[in-house]
C-alpha cells in the first residue's frame, strides 16, 4: 500500500518514492504531524528560553552588584577625600596653634592681653576638635615610635627606660589618623 502525503506547496500529492528522495519535507511533515514530535521541539524551545532567561537574569544580577559596589567605592572615596581635605586643612593651621602657645608662654605685661590670646586660642583648638583633631598624650607615658619623634635622648636615673620626659612639640590625631608625630625628650639608662 502507497501512503500519500500533500505537498506542502498544495500542488496534488506526492507519492513515498517521491517523499523518500526528499529528506527535508520528510522531516518535516513527520514533525507536524507527529504529536510527539512537536511537543519535543516545544520543550526544547521552553528550555532554550529558560536557559537564556537564567543567563539574561544572572548578568543582570552580576551588573547590578558591580554598580552597587561601584557606588559604595564611589561614596568611600568622596569621604575620604574629604576626610583629606580636612586634615589638610588642620595641618596648615598647626603651626599657628604653635605660635600661640609660645606667645602663651611668654610672660606679658598687659594680663588683659594675655587673657584675650587665651580665649583666641581655646576657641581654635575647641573648633579644630570640632572637626576631628585630637592632642596626643605624651607627659609620663612610654615612647611610641608610631606616635612620637624622639628629638634628643637624656640618661635618667629616676625614669624607667624610653619615658617621654619633655614634650617639644605637641602631636596630633585627626579622626584617628596620625596628622602629626610629637617631637619630643626620651629617658635612657646610663
Do not use: W
Not at 507527529?34 to 516545544?42: N, R, S
Not at 594680663?111 to 607627659?139: F, S, W
Amino acid at each position: 500500500m502507497q501512503e500519500e502525503v500533500k505537498n506542502p506547496s498544495g500542488e496534488g500529492n506526492v507519492g513515498v518514492e517521491e517523499r523518500a528522495a526528499d529528506p527535508v519535507s520528510r522531516d518535516d511533515s513527520v514533525e507536524l504531524t507527529d504529536p510527539a514530535g512537536q511537543l519535543a521541539a516545544a520543550v526544547a524551545g521552553l528550555e532554550r528560553l529558560q536557559a537564556e532567561n537564567a543567563e539574561m537574569q544572572d548578568r543582570l544580577l552580576r551588573r547590578q552588584a558591580e554598580f552597587e559596589n561601584f557606588r559604595k567605592r564611589v561614596e568611600r572615596e568622596k569621604v575620604e577625600l574629604l576626610e583629606y581635605a580636612g586634615m589638610e586643612a588642620a595641618r596648615a593651621i598647626l603651626p599657628i596653634v604653635d605660635d600661640f602657645e609660645r606667645a602663651l608662654k611668654a610672660e606679658s605685661a598687659d594680663k588683659e592681653y594675655a587673657r584675650g590670646m587665651e580665649m583666641i586660642h581655646q576657641h581654635l583648638i575647641e573648633a579644630l576638635k570640632k572637626l576631628g583633631l585630637e592632642d596626643i598624650e605624651c607627659e609620663g607615658r612610654k615612647f611610641d615610635p608610631n606616635l612620637h619623634h624622639a628629638v634628643t635622648r637624656e640618661s635618667s636615673e629616676s625614669a624607667e627606660e624610653d619615658m617621654i620626659l619633655e614634650v617639644y612639640q605637641k602631636g596630633y590625631n585627626f579622626k584617628g589618623r596620625l596628622l602629626r608625630p610629637a617631637m619630643v625628650k626620651v629617658s635612657v639608662r646610663s
